[in-house]
């Protein structure tokens, strides 16, 4: 490991700076995947961390290794989310002064939790942009103003605190553990953890999960190095990264024994199952890792599985949304645009001739006009089973309205999701 940024050496001295401050958070046996599985599987809450997630562990590394002369100075960092609160602690916790930059679409409930975490020893400042313009304003600043910026996980120090999960699973894990899967982002998670796992559990792999819309360590590792990919879908926002690490990209490219990619339907799919079956409220890639397993793993695994929880900060406001999309995932959503005769009885007709036992109208959009025979509607129905589908096409088949069952591709979907 000597030709590495930083190895398992500096992992166990960021477990020993965390001790008395992040949690130790449990690894919880799930019936439910275990059965899906046919293995064991067990999950790490990591939604139980402070703050509700892993960033606090970086965060705090890095900020209590500086000298005293850097701590004086104060930091700096730029983020929305998990990698802010985590900032937010460690300052209020050391007593370090911390500038955070935040884009200015950042939610208010976000903003209000960043302050209440850090208090006095935190400055918010609203940049006009998104997260590329904090970015590079909070670089700026710092570099100006002689502090220390606080990367979320391209820096060995970040990557140390976050490997400390793994110090944990050594501890925690059974002895025949097979397989680890943890949600890359920037890649300073999966780096850390891999890079303990495979010093001291060299037998066990290690398998990294991205969603499909932002697939950057995956495309790194095709092209052995970092590239910078165009993130085609943000839902899962904690790994939503256009380009993976530089220092983390080391250690994905060799220590990693896969990197797996599950669409962003499958994560809503887990995010309800994991509600539903476990009590556990994910956000989206704190269920990245159970969407891995539960059918995306690369190997039948031959003992235990583990997968991390890496997050808990979700709005509710979302769940809509997730229930829409994990419907549309499991091909028991359709949308269809019908054209309608304008003349009483059409809708009644459509309903019996078409609509079958137990499936149902969730969307109905129609608007009467005057002046014309036809009209159309943009109709959503839900069915029980995606075998019903074949039926339900038949009968529309077998109508004498004209009906267009709409592609999750096209653009009609960016109104509904």
């Known amino acids: 490991m000597t030709?590495?940024?930083?190895?398992a050496v500096e992992v166990a001295d960021a477990a020993k700076r965390l001790q008395g401050v992040a949690k130790e958070t449990v690894l919880e046996h799930s019936e439910r995947l275990s059965k899906e599985v046919g293995v064991d599987v067990y999950l790490k809450r990591e939604d139980l961390q402070l703050c509700r997630s892993f960033k606090v562990r970086g965060a705090y590394n890095k900020i209590a290794s500086l000298t005293p002369e850097q701590q004086k100075r104060g930091v700096v960092c730029a983020s929305a989310?998990?990698?802010?609160?985590?900032?937010?602690?460690?300052?209020a916790a050391l007593q370090i002064h911390g500038k955070i930059f935040l884009p200015s679409n950042t939610p208010r409930q976000k903003r209000d939790r960043i302050k209440?975490?850090?208090?006095?020893?935190?400055?918010?400042?609203?940049?006009?942009?998104?997260?590329?313009?904090?970015?590079?304003?909070?670089?700026?600043?710092?570099?100006?103003?002689?502090l220390v910026f606080v990367p979320p996980y391209d820096d060995p120090l970040t990557i140390a605190g976050q490997g400390t999960i793994g110090v944990e699973l050594s501890a925690q894990m059974p002895a025949n553990t097979d397989t680890v899967v943890v949600p890359i982002g920037g890649g300073g998670l999966a780096a850390g953890i891999a890079l303990w796992l495979k010093t001291h559990h060299p037998k066990i792999r290690v398998v990294g999960v991205e969603p499909a819309g932002a697939a950057s360590a995956a495309a790194a590792r095709r092209a052995g190095k970092p590239v910078t990919i165009k993130v085609s879908d943000n839902f899962v926002d904690g790994t939503a990264v256009g380009r993976v690490g530089d220092t983390p990209?080391?250690?994905l490219n060799s220590l990693l024994d896969d990197v797996v990619i599950v669409p962003e339907g499958a994560v809503c799919s887990q995010m309800l199952a994991l509600y539903n079956a476990e009590g556990i409220i994910a956000e989206p890639?704190?269920?990245?890792a159970a969407a891995a397993i539960h059918g995306y793993l690369p190997h039948q695994p031959?003992?235990?599985?583990?997968?991390?929880v890496s997050g808990g900060n979700n709005d509710l406001s979302r769940y809509a949304e997730v229930q829409e999309r994990s419907l549309l995932h499991e091909g028991l959503r359709h949308y269809f645009l019908v054209t309608f005769s304008q003349e009483p009885g059409a809708l009644r007709r459509f309903l019996e001739d078409v609509l079958g036992h137990d499936?149902?109208?969730?969307?109905?959009?129609?608007?009467k006009k005057n002046?014309?025979?036809t009209g159309p509607a943009l109709v959503g129905i839900d069915i029980v089973s995606p075998q019903d589908l074949a039926d339900l096409l038949k009968r529309i088949d077998d109508s004498p309205l004209h009906v267009e069952h709409i592609s999750p591709d096209s653009e009609i979907f960016r109104l509904l999701v």
């Not at 030709?3 to 190895?7: N, T």
């Not at 209440?116 to 100006?144: C, H, M, P, S």
């Open 116 to 146: 209440t975490i850090g208090g006095k020893w935190i400055e918010r400042v609203i940049v006009n942009g998104g997260f590329d313009q904090a970015n590079e304003l909070a670089r700026t600043y710092a570099e100006t103003e002689n």
């Open 3 to 7: 030709d590495y940024p930083l190895s």
């Open 249 to 251: 990209f080391e250690f």
């Open 285 to 288: 890639a704190g269920a990245l």
């Open 371 to 373: 002046n014309r025979d």
């Open 81 to 91: 989310g998990n990698h802010a609160q985590g900032v937010a602690y460690a300052c």
């Open 302 to 308: 031959q003992g235990p599985v583990i997968g991390i």
């Open 359 to 367: 499936q149902d109208i969730v969307h109905f959009e129609y608007t």
